[in-house]
């Protein structure tokens, strides 16, 4: 409880330093109201009866049923010289994603404020996102409908310090100082720490390599190191390729993705993605409560996805999307007794559909 004091405590001190900056500012203050929805149905071919998919999935996990993925209310003021965010979230992706969060915590999807350091320099303080990936939690923003494996493996936002310096429309310096890995309240006491480095040589080409380097699981030393290239080939055709690597203690994993997304026209596209992770530590699959199987095996996994997208106009898309896991294990729950034993196979797919809407 006084941990959430603190929190509240801070976070109306970064409101009120605000309010008196934009005082000081001399330019005109902005604001703007924003919002997101992302609906949607899954249907796992291989466990009709499920209530939910797979436990490493932190989105779109509800199975037979149709849901709320994910839904985004944004608040933003800004002068030439500070900003601030407010972004509230409801939704699966809560329930999922942040169950590990205080309860007041864990609809905050954004809360930071900050200001204009110096040419080019900006400090912000708060809940933010993430420095590692190229995914986002709002999905009509991706090639895919569904997240990477590297993205549900990898942490969707932090809390701290970000200091962010943009010297040319070529390269962006990141540093951070933050909590930890996805949390908003320090769980050790030890601050984590971060860096991001983009290259955008043209405008069909941008490089980025993250890292992070913090305590985890017991005080352990955990190095992850996020490395993606975005690439544009001609008018019609967008890819994406990611390579991620993690260490902690004697343990390591591996992850990559290779994304490509053809537009047909305005308003059709088609992706395709494959994807390898391998984790023989079970640092991150394997340390979550409900997957039993990757507990006790080492975790290793191939996907691959085919989704058919449809603008609908500039506020909704549906998407539509086919996904398929394998393991080198019988890892995953097929249709079967409804107690154990269990039933599992090697392999199994999903049919996912989804309408987003923003404005």
Excluded at 6 to 34: E, H, N, W
Excluded at 209 to 238: C, M, P, V, W
Aim: aromatic residues 12%.
């Amino acid at each position: 409880m006084r941990k959430n004091r603190g929190i509240f405590t801070l976070a109306l001190c970064c409101l009120c330093s605000i309010s008196m900056l934009a005082q000081k500012d001399s330019t005109k203050l902005r604001t703007s109201l924003s919002a997101f929805a992302d609906f949607y149905y899954a249907y796992d071919l291989n466990n009709g009866d499920a209530t939910a998919r797979q436990a490493f999935l932190f989105n779109h996990n509800r199975n037979n049923t149709l849901s709320l993925n994910l839904a985004l209310l944004t608040y933003e003021a800004e002068t030439d010289n500070f900003h601030a965010n407010l972004t509230a979230q409801f939704g699966d992706y809560v329930t999922y994603n942040i169950a590990h969060e205080p309860a007041g915590l864990s609809n905050i999807f954004e809360a930071y404020g900050g200001v204009k350091a110096a040419k080019n320099l900006w400090v912000d303080a708060g809940v933010f996102s993430s420095n590692l990936g190229f995914e986002s939690a709002r999905s009509n923003e991706n090639i895919t409908l569904s997240r990477s494996l590297v993205a549900e493996s990898s942490p969707y936002y932090l809390s701290g310090i970000r200091a962010t310096f943009t010297p040319n429309d070529k390269w962006t310096f990141v540093g951070l100082i933050t909590n930890g890995w996805q949390v908003m309240l320090d769980n050790n006491d030890k601050k984590a720490f971060g860096t991001q480095i983009t290259f955008s040589p043209s405008n069909t080409l941008t490089l980025n390599h993250s890292t992070f380097i913090g305590k985890e699981n017991g005080n352990t030393t955990r190095i992850f190191q996020d490395l993606y290239a975005l690439i544009k080939l001609g008018d019609k055709i967008n890819a994406i390729a990611c390579v991620d690597f993690g260490v902690e203690g004697s343990n390591n994993w591996l992850g990559a993705a290779l994304l490509l997304q053809y537009e047909l026209n305005d308003e059709l596209a088609i992706g395709v993605r494959g994807e390898y992770f391998n984790d023989p530590g079970n640092v991150v699959i394997g340390s979550l409560p409900t997957s039993q199987v990757f507990m006790i095996n080492p975790v290793d996994l191939t996907a691959f996805s085919l989704n058919l997208d449809y603008k609908i106009n500039k506020y909704a898309t549906w998407r539509t999307e086919y996904r398929m896991f394998t393991s080198s294990i019988d890892a995953f729950e097929t249709s079967g007794p409804a107690r154990p034993p269990f039933v599992y196979s090697n392999s199994t797919s999903t049919v996912l559909t989804s309408l987003a809407v923003s404005f």
